[in-house]
Nanobody, 119 residues
Framework: QVQLVESGGGLVQPGGSLRLSCAASGIIFSIDIMGWYRQAPGKQRELVATITSGGTTNYADSVKGRFTISRDNAKKSVYLQMNSLKPEDTAVYYC?????????????WGQGTQVTVSS
């Protein structure tokens, strides 16, 4: 069974940093786009950043210059380095990946990790 497991969330003061990690497990043939999304209370889930298997990245305007997405294909993992955090970055962050397995090509989501930016 394919799963995505996130880690690294927590409470941080404004201006601080956090690093989120997400690892895929199970019998996986390939992983295409991986990414991070977030959902704040009362708001829709929104894209934060994505990265292709070749390393091409895409960021939401609100995080450009502050967040960096990266991946380790050998470890089937994606990371999100978050710097200069702001209170408006507070949300549940979800890992997403397009994975090819015995079940074909499907979209998978992690369980979410809470990031709270507050003094």
């Amino acid at each position: 069974q394919v799963q995505l497991v996130e880690s690294g969330g927590g409470l941080v003061q404004p201006g601080g940093s956090l690093r989120l990690s997400c690892a895929a497990s199970g019998i996986i043939f390939s992983i295409d786009i991986m990414g991070w999304y977030r959902q704040a209370p009362g708001k829709q889930r929104e894209l934060v950043a994505t990265i292709t298997s070749g390393g091409t990245t895409n960021y939401a305007d609100s995080v450009k210059g502050r967040f960096t997405i990266s991946r380790d294909n050998a470890k089937k993992s994606v990371y999100l380095q978050m710097n200069s955090l702001k209170p408006e970055d507070t949300a549940v962050y979800y890992c997403n990946a397009e994975i090819v397995s015995y079940r074909g090509r499907r979209d998978y989501w992690g369980q979410g990790t809470q990031v709270t930016v507050s003094s």
